[in-house]
């Protein structure tokens, strides 16, 4: 028999108010958090992207909170700099105003604690390695004050070096804290929450929640054959035939958001609406991008990675993905930055150049997978360097190292520190100050100190490029990496930055530079940026593979463009030459549709056929 719980006002008498006055309902999982919080037990939630999962535990979570003895605060984890920002934006006027609690943050960006304490504390694992070294009485306090810890994101956590990273930091903290840490783990796409539970220590009666609702994504895909001239009339479409004002378009490197901001910000509709974001750009930059881009009726905005999390710019009512992601998760998050308040979604995935036909297979692959609820499994990986920077980080908060101490913070890492912490000490890392038959003591080594001068002690990020910071008009407004400075030559007129750039000068020396100023130039050499990027995963390589060997039932049923293409009906199978090039049998055509869905036309890019030229770009 279902347990039955007074209503969610009655069990959030202080906090209800603040957080859903405004709203006549609320969602399932919202009223399914409410008691296992308030009980006491870890949880994990998934639900879909801009549902309302952080109002849906801090309710109940500062409701638990306000009814203890004692001054208890919360720690919310989040994988970037730009997320901590935004929540900050909408959580500081909810808790201030409605509920007189104070919201802090501690990012590399920013250092905000209201009098000098916080009953919630946004921040990354970077910065709360540095906040567990550090000797600042408040942030001391305000780490032993910690009852509740929140790992929003949790998906780009669980595995690779910031996941084990973050994992020893949970591990350090209930140390410090000396008491049990309540564990809340957020996410959009979780393919093992037992992964979840394990990687990161929450209880074993800690209770699962996944949001039943899944939306309807609407695909639609397109194939430009001649991106200099197609695109424009494309995007033109869709705000003219198709209805959409807020564009999110997704590329997978950045040297391609550079070429596309470049074309579409000369011409077509929303060429006086269109904004470049990611990761290289000066936070300020990304920051005005978000401004602008929030406050405009109509805009595209031209992205990386950087936007896939649950930055707050606005209603966006479609995404175009620039060729296929790597995989479902990145896939599902960033269809989940459109329509996040509606029943259903509406992509438009693009295949282009020689490759269009792998991409036609990969995007079917991974509309199939998503739609079935699959996203990819876990990697772990023994990743030996974290535990090397834990034991570091873990000198910078003693000042002194004994092996019993290591022991007692890792205490599953024993055998790996045996063999780990000789050769710190062989290689300078460690200087012995005494030994004996039970216990060996440590202090930094030469290399240590060097690290620790250089602030490399605390993250787990890869090694990446010495990168230039580029000026235009004496602004520094974004990182360029030595391999692209390297293709620059003094007048070159480039696309960087979202800008049309001459390049004035290029500065060597300790404060690396290029010097920059707009330009009106006709044309503009075009720049490479290394990285292969990631590599498509398992699970949609194995999907592809399902599609290409199918037979005629089984690829019916894996290629149906009845959601694809409403209405029409694809009578063949897909198949894979050795080109990678599919063929498609031609079905009954001549059907009208409706307006606003889009029609099955033959795939005679795929086999040589010319198309009339009233359709520059080619739906499929």
């Known amino acids: 028999m279902a347990l039955v719980y007074p209503s969610p006002r009655l069990q959030l008498p202080n906090t209800y108010r603040a957080f859903y006055g405004a709203f006549p309902n609320l969602r399932p999982f919202q009223i399914d958090v409410i008691a296992p919080i308030l009980q006491g037990h870890d949880l994990i939630l998934q639900a879909a992207t801009g549902s309302g999962k952080t109002e849906a535990v801090l309710a109940p979570c500062l409701e638990r909170l306000s009814r203890t003895a004692h001054p208890s605060g919360i720690l919310y984890i989040v994988p970037t700099r730009a997320l901590a920002q935004d929540l ?64 929003d994101e949790v998906h780009q956590f669980l595995d690779g070096y910031r996941g084990r990273h973050l994992a020893y930091l949970v591990q350090r903290l209930e140390q410090r804290s000396r008491q049990w840490l309540q564990k809340i783990a957020l996410s959009a796409t979780v393919a093992e929450p037992e992964a979840i539970r394990v990687a990161f220590g929450l209880q074993a009666d800690a ?25 424009v009339a494309f995007v033109d479409d869709l705000v003219e035939r198709f209805g959409h004002h807020k564009l999110l378009l997704f590329a997978n490197s950045r040297s391609r958001c550079d070429r596309l901001f470049a074309l579409l910000r000369q011409q077509g509709r929303l060429r006086e609406s269109t904004y470049l974001h990611y990761s290289n750009l000066k936070p300020r930059q990304r920051q005005e991008v978000e401004r602008q881009f929030q406050r405009r009726a109509q805009a595209l905005c031209i992205v990386t990675s950087t936007l896939e999390l649950g930055i707050d710019i606005g209603d966006v009512d479609g995404v175009i993905l620039y060729e296929p992601p790597e995989s479902v998760t990145t896939f599902v998050q960033r269809l989940g930055r459109a329509n996040r308040q509606a029943q259903s979604t509406t992509f438009w995935g693009i295949c282009r150049g020689p490759q269009a036909g792998e991409q036609l297979l990969q995007f079917l692959a991974l509309y199939h997978l998503a739609q079935q609820g699959v996203v990819e499994a ?36 024993v055998e790996a520190l045996g063999k780990l912490l000789p050769g710190l000490e062989a290689h300078a890392w460690l200087r012995r100050l005494e030994s004996s038959s039970e216990e060996t003591l440590w202090r930094g080594g030469w290399r240590y100190a060097k690290a620790l001068y250089a602030r490399q002690i605390w993250s787990n990020f890869p090694d990446t490029e010495v990168a230039y910071i580029l000026e235009v008009d004496a602004e520094a407004v974004a990182d360029v990496p030595t391999s692209v400075v390297r293709q620059l030559e003094v ?32 044309s503009a050499k075009e720049l490479i940026w290394l990285g ?22 089984v690829s019916e049923r894996v290629v149906h463009p009845g959601p694809l293409c409403p209405p029409a009906r694809l009578a063949g199978a897909v198949h894979a030459a050795s080109a990678a090039l599919c063929r498609v049998a031609q079905w009954g055509g001549g059907q009208s549709h409706p307006p606003g869905t889009v029609s099955l036309r033959h795939l005679s890019w795929l086999v040589g056929e010319s198309h009339s030229a009233a359709h520059p770009h080619h739906l499929l």
């Open 88 to 151: 900050r934006r909408r959580l500081e006027p909810l808790l201030h105003e409605r509920l007189g609690l104070r919201l802090g943050i501690r990012t590399g960006d920013v250092k905000r604690l209201p009098g000098g304490q916080a009953d919630v504390l946004l921040t990354t694992p970077e910065s709360l390695d540095v906040m567990l070294g550090s000797p600042n009485r408040e942030v001391r306090t305000l780490l032993q004050r910690v009852h509740v810890l929140v790992i």
């Open 491 to 522: 007048g070159d007129a480039v696309d960087l930055a979202g800008r049309r750039l001459r390049i004035v000068e290029i500065i060597e020396g300790e404060r690396q530079i290029v010097r920059a100023t707009p330009v009106q130039a006709v």
């Open 532 to 553: 292969s990027g990631p590599p498509v995963s398992w699970e949609v390589a194995q999907a592809v593979q399902r599609i290409v060997r199918a037979d005629s039932t």
């Open 207 to 231: 209770v699962c929640i996944r949001s039943t609702v899944q939306r309807q994504m609407q695909p639609r895909l397109v194939h430009l054959q001649r991106e200099d001239t197609e695109l």
């Open 378 to 413: 876990r990697q772990p990986g023994r990743l030996p360097s974290v535990l090397v920077q834990q034991v570091l980080s873990s000198l910078y908060e003693h000042k002194r190292l004994r092996r019993t101490t290591l022991h007692a913070v890792f205490p599953q890492q």
